[in-house]
């Protein structure tokens, strides 16, 4: 690796640590209350060029590799995991534009990506894990497409402005369109109240007959699957990543506090019943940590990383509600109240362990991977 | 127009110690970040520059070889090139010695037209080497700015703020000004910008590279002498409380301040 990179990597990483500490951090706790980002947050995100991180410098971005991006992930994360998550939304997206799609589709979308959020969309009312089960079509008319249907669910749905949506192209086949949310026909419907990753806005887009031409089909017809099987992969390094900071997080309030609270005459940190705890969080954290930078490696280098990317996410997030709860249960009622930020790290982790694949899935993709060994 | 921005790179901990022989700071080992004052010398110099696009800014640092990340770092916030100044002929130096240097530097950058400073470095406090700078080029100087603007083709105008007091101060150019905080708000290096900082020259100048007097260099340049570093004794003083109503206090306060003949 050349000297420069190494050098842009640690400058890249301080200049993260530096912002989510004055700009990140502060927001944790008010945006877990308001239930959203606050005013002007992702427009200085943006002008900060925090969205064209990973994107390639051909297009305007930094062109950041996996490996580093996926440590700016996690570095935001020790701060707010939502801005993270939101983040980690957009660059899925932009990876399968930057693997399926065409050198015309990607000079027309990606050098927006650096101002306009992307967004990834598959989960419909009648299909989550199950692909085949969606309702959304894309039909030809001419030489047009016209597609219909309706997502739900969506990371960054209603924040971002370009989405990829899996539509079917006939009853048995799946593709990926690119929609626009300036395109006549389309428009936002609700928005998810969750109980976790509070300030990334999680939502619905309505498609009514919305025009598209062949330009903005992602890779082949029928790519659907593998596609958004890919997007999966990339999101669950990033996600592998967000839950490590969010253990981070946890480790830091459970030493902080630990250091400083006695039990009788007895600080915790001389309790081996603290001791137990501590080691577990930051056990559970460094694999974790291990598992999302060996996928990183692995899709750096060229190889195949689904299955590692995979036990980063199923590893991760039982971890990081487990490590939740252990902070809290130092913190005892501290920790179960809202005036600390330990029961969100818990309602933020736990979304992992649904989102972008459930981790019974991902335990049925580490078998099957296994089995085929 | 030419801006020079001399910058420090002061160590990231406050944890720092003392050398027990020289009775200097001891920086060996210690992680570096950009002296935070000089972030706001930067980001002055950048906003000169978005205002004027024939502007250059070339950041100037006197430091080991690892100095070049601060440099970087500038760089990456928008400075268009950086020159570190790295010798063993110029360790040791005090601030007389490391003024002498950067003035010689600025000499031979060439051409330029306002030398920044941050009000001082957070490691040593001294905020002397700007001003040291501005007698060895023999040019103007405002300290402590906490605004600055051109005012005309060839001048600046600052707002100098002193603990009790503001002056507005204005300097023909070339000039040295330092600037407090106060001044302005960094901007972030964006992810975008420090991948291209590395495509800048970064240019490192050694003793032969510069028109230097050796009597003026290092340790053997320095006149300053530190014999011992300590915290000083707080002075203890007798305190006499005000007491009764606010007419009987101010009856006491009178008695007593004419009792030592200050009214």
Redo the contacts between chains.
Sequence with gaps: MPVTTLAAEKLLLQMVDDYTAREIAPQDMPMDAAGDFPAGFIQKLTDTGFLGLMLPQKFGGAGFGPEVTATALNHIAQGNASTAVTLEGHFKTIDQILKFGTPALQQQLLPSANDRIFAFSMTEASGGSNPMGISSTATREGDHWIITGDKIMITNGGLAQVYCVLVKTAPKELSVFVVDQDMPGFSFGKREDFIGLRGTPVGEIVMDHIVVDDDHLLGKLGDGGKIGDSAHDDARILMGAVLTGIMEHDLKIATDYAKERKAGDKPLTELQVTHRKVADIAMRKETTKLLYQRAAQLKAAGQPYSEEAAMAKAHGSRSAVSAGDDTLQILAGYGYSREYPVEHLIRDARAMEIAEGTVEKMRSAIANAEFSK | MKIVVCIKQVPETNDVTIDPVTHNLDRRGLAG?MNPFDKNAVEQALQLKDANNDAEVVLLSMGPDDYA?SL??GM?MGADAGVLLSDRAFAGADTLATGYVIAQAVKQIGAVDLVLFGRQAVDADTGQVGPIVAEFLHQPQITYAASLRLSGPNEVTAERLLEDTKQTLVATLPAVVSVRSELNTPR???????????AKPLTVWHHDDLDLDDSRLGQAGSPTIVTKVYAPEPVKRELTPLTGTPTEAASQLIKALKHRQLI
């Design positions: 970040v990340e970087r770092e990456a972030y290096p964006t992810p975008r910008n420090i991948q291209l900082s590395f």
